[in-house]
């Protein structure tokens, strides 16, 4: 079984940062592409941005503001960083993430993190 954890949401105020991680566990022989994807209120899920396990990223086309994604393959961990938040950044944040297992290779998903930005 693979669980995709996600951490990091919570409340901040316009101008500044959340740091969210993706931490993957279970039955994983080789973690490939790792992506975060966000869900604002009222709108369909979109991609914020992707990192493959070589480190080659693509962000969304809908990204507006600062962020960075990155990957630490030796903790099997996705980072997203966001800083100078806007209260249009508030979203539901998921972790997206392509496992190769005994199962074969699929796309898991985290339930989500809350990120708000409001004064």
């Known amino acids: 079984q693979v669980q995709i954890v996600e951490s990091g949401g919570g409340l901040v105020q316009p101008g500044g940062s959340l740091r969210l991680s993706c931490a993957p566990s279970?039955?994983?022989?080789?973690?490939?592409?790792m992506g975060w994807y966000r869900q604002a209120p009222g709108k369909q899920r979109e991609l914020v941005a992707v990192i493959t396990s070589s480190g080659r990223i693509n962000y969304g086309d809908s990204v507006k503001g600062r962020l960075t994604i990155s990957r630490d393959n030796a903790k099997n961990t996705a980072y997203l960083q966001m800083n100078s938040l806007k209260p249009e950044g508030t979203a539901v944040y998921y972790c997206?993430?392509?496992?190769?297992?005994?199962?074969?290779?699929?796309?898991?998903w985290g339930q989500g993190t809350q990120g708000t930005v409001s004064s």
């Open positions: 279970g039955s994983i022989f080789r973690l490939n592409a």
């Open positions: 997206n993430v392509d496992i190769d297992n005994e199962v074969g290779y699929g796309d898991y």
